[in-house]
């Protein structure tokens, strides 16, 4: 058991405390307190008195709450120069009440100048405590509330070898945390955070000394209550949100009203624009609240982004509270541009255009239109107050005089837009347009009748020259061709079917050449025979039906035809049965049964004009397979190249075409083949890809040359010995032709003795025929014969539909003619064993 005793250098106070502890077993124990009072007059006495007694009260109170805390007390101070006594206690831990007993405000503090410290609700404020004293350390420092005699906050250096380890005590139901004595600033100062409305009003600082003399100060504090934040309200009473104002247009006024409820003291309530004070005439709504209302009257561009603020202010400690709006404002352009547009334009090319508008808010809509019609085709770029449009454009023809508008308006701004114009100078090569006169009905015009043409041009720049075409060809002034230009005009007189076609004009300028639309005409005519003046050989064997095609040129289309066949013995008229007609072609299936089948067909056609004036004509002569060639020669030979001819065997009265192919043995296909329809004779070509052919088919390829004519194909020839490099084709192993040149010259004898003899009867056949067709009164025209035959050849694979080819004969002289009447005009049964 130990016993702390503490004695207060003041002889007037005495406190013991003990305190029990072992083995961390605490026990209470009572406390007594003693106080002696000396006093130096009977009015001490008395205030002594009374002290004693409140202090024995209190002391009672202490004690219960010591002991419940466990604390020790603190030892009982009496000043004898304040008159005061005060007991100081704490628990063991240092943070337990230091309570003044006595009067709370004393003579002397009585008489301490109170200082005015303001401070703004929620924020801190430092209460000022200078605590220094020259040669003396601070023994406490105590702060009260008004006249309290019980201190909110102390400070306790007892016992402590210096003020770091001092300690702190804050009335919880006052302060508690918010409070922070700083004894270490120059002059300590009481801080306390977060001010509420209660901690308002007068508070002191007692300082106590070892061996000085105690000092007091006395502060005065006032709390600031801000006021709310402002509200502004538009003219119709409705509160405005946001940062922007507006937006507005030029000309509009401005009426805003500012409302601030709340504040002590009572704050002022003004405008400011741009940080200018403009308004600060407020005035009392109801209660507390408070109004200012702003008049700006019509507002220009230059207010533009102003910034209007209304400030509520009662306190330097703080920021006013304050509400602040930036005026936004709708403007019209200042000014609307067409950037250098080109002075000429050439059609149907793309131009970009660009416009440029500024001063808009927001940036203006630019609109392009052509006349009345709105031109889509744009591309926009916005920067700052600045909007560019650029139009891609492609001028025609028919814009050239009109007008481009650039349109630039704000829609945020009724009925005010600006707009440039630009008239459009668009060169283009000529347009032209061919028509037939006016006069005349292009379906009604025939041969021998008057036709003419108007050109009509239209240019930018001017046309300098106009040519016509017919047919592409141009037509230059004729007076004896009865072609006459004239002007935009051309004339022709006495037309032909040759004047049908194609006609069109041409206009030069500056820009080019433009030909016209391809004008047809028209000239109605008889029947003509497509092949004119010409004999179609068919080549027919007995028993074999044949088709023979008439083609005529008419216009309009014939509407009838009827055949005639003619031998030496007699004229004969077809049936319409036995022919067909579709549009201007009529197909005849003739078969020849004897030889006195054979001889000449004749048609003719009829139409809305008149009747053909001359037949179409063919000879039916017996035909049969061709002879193969024979006797084929290799020359010209080289590394890459050799040249093959033959001798061409008997045509069988139709003309032939020759093939040679170069085919596999062994799995039948062609690998080329190649067509003449002169003579058999060929040309290869890049013999080294030949080599690989080979190489790939095992030198089983065999070159062979053949004939076919309408009516089929001869035998092959295969090539004898034939080699590229080291590499021989084989010979046909199925025809060999290889043949003594006495066989050779027997059988051609027999060739050439054969068709002299057919070639006579075949003569004398045509001249008979053509003699009575004179009698009959046809103009004879037996200048050529035109065979039927197949198709070219095509692939070397097989032989395709008919077609028609020709081929010249020679005119016979009048001595010819004279033997042929004394010739019979039958053609021999042995016609047909030459084949």
Known sequence: MKCYKCQHLMPTTCCSL????????????????????RTTSTANVRVAVSLTTTTSIFMTLLFLLSCSRNVTLARLHSSSSTSTVA???????????????????????????????????????????????????????????DNAGIPLYSFDVRDKMNSDQARHWSAPEVFGSRAKFHFD???????????????????????????????????????????????????????????????????????????????????????????????????????????????????????????????????QLDKPKEKSFILDMHLK?????????????????????????????????????????????????????????????????????KSITCRAENPNVNGLYLETMWKLNVVYPPLVTLRLGSTLSPDDIKEGDDVYFECHVQSNPQWRKLLWLHNGIHLEHNTSARVIRSNQSLVLQKITKHYAGNYACSAINDEGETVSNQLPLRVKYTPICKH?????????????????ACEIQADPPPRTFRWKFNNSGETLDVGSERFSVNGSRSILKYTPVTDQDYGTLSCWASNEVGTQNQPCLFQVVLAALPNAVSNCTIFNRTELSVDIQCIPGYDGGLPQI??????????????????????????????????????????????????????????SYSLPDFSIGSTAFRTDDDVSLTLSPVIVGSVLTIVIISLAVALKIFMMTFLHNLRRNRQHGTKATATAVVTQTGDVYKGGVGIEKPRWQHTDIKSKSSEDLVEDERDPDVIPSQYGKLF
Not at 18 to 36: D, F, M, S
Not at 532 to 548: C, H, M, N, P, Q
Request: proline share 5%; charged share 25%; aromatic share 6%.
């Open 185 to 315: 600033s120059q002059p300590a100062t009481l801080e306390i955070k977060d001010i509420k409305r209660h901690d308002q009003g007068i508070y002191r600082c007692r300082i106590d000394f070892r061996t000085s003399q105690t000092q007091s100060f006395r502060f005065n504090l006032s709390v600031i209550i801000l006021p709310e934040q402002p509200i502004i309200l538009d003219r119709w009473g409705r509160q405005l949100n946001g940062t922007k104002l507006g937006p507005k247009q030029e000309g509009d006024d401005i009426v805003i009203t500012c409302r601030v409820v709340g504040g002590r003291p009572q704050p002022q309530v003004r405008w400011l624009v741009n940080g200018l004070l403009v308004d600060n005439q407020y005035e009392h709504n109801s209660g507390d609240v408070i109004e200012n209302r702003l008049l700006w009257p019509s507002v220009q561009r230059t207010d533009l982004n102003s910034v209007f603020t209304c400030q509520a202010l009662n306190t």
């Open 658 to 715: 020759f093939v040679l192919e170069m085919f596999s043995t062994r799995s039948g296909i062609t690998r080329f083949n190649i067509t003449n329809t002169e003579e058999p004779q060929f040309s290869l070509e890049n013999l080294d890809t030949l080599t690989s052919i080979m190489t790939q088919e095992n030198n089983s390829l065999k070159l062979r040359i053949y004939a076919f004519n309408q009516k089929g194909r001869s035998a």
């Open 87 to 145: 007991l100081h206690g704490m628990n063991s831990v240092g943070n337990g009440p230091v309570v003044g007993v006595g009067n709370s405000l004393t003579t002397k503090d009585a008489h301490v100048k109170t200082k005015d410290i303001d401070a703004v609700e929620g924020k801190s404020v430092s209460l000022p405590c200078p605590i220094s004293a020259p040669l003396d350390d601070v023994y406490m420092v105590l702060w009260f509330r």
């Open 333 to 401: 352009p200042l000014e609307v541009k067409i950037i250098e547009p080109p002075s000429s334009m050439v059609a149907d090319r793309r131009y970009e255009v660009t416009c440029e508008s500024t001063g808009s808010r927001p940036n203006a809509i630019i609109t392009w239109y052509k006349g009345k019609r709105q031109l889509r085709r744009t591309k926009d770029e916005i920067s700052n107050n600045t909007t560019r449009s650029e139009l891609s454009f492609v001028p025609t023809t028919d814009d050239d005089g």
């Open 532 to 548: 004119l003046d010409r004999v179609i050989l068919i080549g027919a064997s007995k028993d074999e039906t044949v088709e023979v």
């Open 18 to 37: 003990t305190i029990a502890r072992r083995n961390k077993i605490k026990t209470r124990t009572k406390c007594r307190a003693k106080t002696r009072t």
